[in-house]
């Protein structure tokens, strides 16, 4: 298939900066576009002339790795982008497995952003490897504020850096998808098992990750009724 300049020039446009998010990743700042934002993109400009296949998942150490294949159509015939993600598995304090099945839907959605990337979309920000799966951020407290960390009983971990920056970002976040605060800690309970009543009870980027996991999923399944033309 020839690509016409103007699909491709649409697929490539700048997202609007209200739904990027930024997470520092192994002491770089990236910028994430959520996945239901670039398959949106992809709906938008292509309509149904687009599909993806999962081509494989497997389990390497400590990581789902996927191989997504993206096949964009015309009365011309049709042009084929691989993708590949992966998605590092987390696991509770107590060392059990949050939940393979985000785990493997990130390194999913990973890879298809990557393909996705390949045809234009977000490649303006490949320079800082923005569409690696870096999951957008956790719950906060009312507002979107986070709590400062305890200074009475016993000692808090130390929550790691940067942390707090994205507790507020996933805060507006659920704030633009009409979840409450309120709702906002019940999913971080759930997720982490355990009981999530202010910001500062999040302290790594692994819980952040795998509560956001939870609001791509809601995303998506609020998205699928369009994207399957119901």
């Known amino acids: 298939m020839a690509e016409k300049p103007d699909l491709l020039a649409q697929l490539a446009a700048k997202f609007p900066k209200k739904i990027e998010s930024s997470l520092s990743k192994g002491g770089v700042k990236l910028t994430y576009i959520p996945v239901s934002s670039v398959i949106a993109r992809a709906n938008e400009v292509l309509g149904f002339d687009w599909s993806y296949q999962v081509m494989s998942t497997h389990r390497d150490d400590d990581w789902i790795i996927a191989h997504v294949r993206?096949?964009?159509?015309?009365?011309?015939?049709?042009?084929?982008?691989?993708?590949?993600?992966?998605?590092?598995?987390?696991?509770?304090?107590?060392?059990?497995?949050?939940?393979?099945?985000?785990?493997?839907?990130?390194?999913v959605s990973d890879a298809l952003k990557k393909a996705l990337q390949a045809f234009g979309v977000a490649l303006?920000?490949?320079?800082?490897?923005?569409?690696?799966?870096?999951?957008?951020?956790?719950?906060?407290?009312?507002?979107?504020?986070?709590?400062?960390?305890?200074?009475?009983?016993?000692?808090?971990?130390?929550?790691?850096?940067?942390?707090?920056?994205?507790?507020?970002?996933?805060?507006?976040?659920?704030?633009?998808?009409?979840?409450?605060?309120?709702?906002?800690?019940?999913?971080?309970?759930?997720?982490?098992?355990?009981?999530?009543?202010?910001?500062?009870?999040?302290?790594?980027h692994a819980e952040i990750e795998a509560i956001n996991a939870s609001f791509d999923t809601l995303e998506e399944l609020a998205a699928a009724p369009k994207e399957n033309g119901q």
């Open 70 to 107: 993206v096949t964009v159509t015309n009365g011309e015939g049709c042009s084929m982008r691989d993708g590949f993600g992966g998605q590092q598995i987390k696991h509770t304090r107590a060392g059990a497995i949050l939940d393979l099945g985000h785990e493997h839907k990130g390194a």
């Open 124 to 204: 303006y920000l490949a320079s800082d490897e923005s569409l690696e799966s870096t999951f957008d951020t956790a719950a906060g407290p009312e507002r979107g504020v986070p709590s400062p960390p305890s200074t009475s009983g016993p000692a808090a971990t130390p929550s790691e850096e940067g942390v707090g920056d994205e507790l507020k970002k996933l805060a507006a976040r659920a704030k633009d998808m009409g979840v409450t605060p309120a709702g906002l800690r019940s999913v971080a309970s759930e997720v982490l098992d355990r009981p999530v009543k202010k910001a500062s009870d999040i302290k790594t």
